[in-house]
């Protein structure tokens, strides 16, 4: 909904339509800003909070991304980042507050994801 300039159109032409609150994404290392911006700028068109753990190896594109969304006066909470390695990612997903997963990464590691979260109605 964002592409395109779409994310203007949301409110008129999906007056209905609300954000499922807090999205986990979780990304990789390679491209660390262009899969940060592919995930954050959707969930944040659409209404969400974000909480993005980059990979463990690439931290320092997604911290600075957080310092200029404060700068540019984004309220505190709504873009958060989490460092760490695989317990760090497994907290996002087993959280009760995390409504939605939006992940990219190994196939291996998608299948626990999807695992961990089947049945609790959190979207991936």
Known sequence: IHHAGWA???DRDFPDQKGV???GQIIPWNFPLLML???IAPALAAGCTVVLK???FTPLTAILFA???ERAGVPKGVVNIVQGGPEAGAAIVNHPGVQKI???GSSEVGKIIR???AGSGKKI
């Open 54 to 56: 980059p990979a463990e």
């Open 115 to 117: 695992k961990a979260t």
């Open 102 to 104: 939006a992940f990219t």
């Open 67 to 69: 310092e200029i969304c």
């Open 8 to 10: 203007q159109a949301l």
């Open 21 to 23: 609150g807090v999205v």
């Open 37 to 39: 911006a592919w995930k």
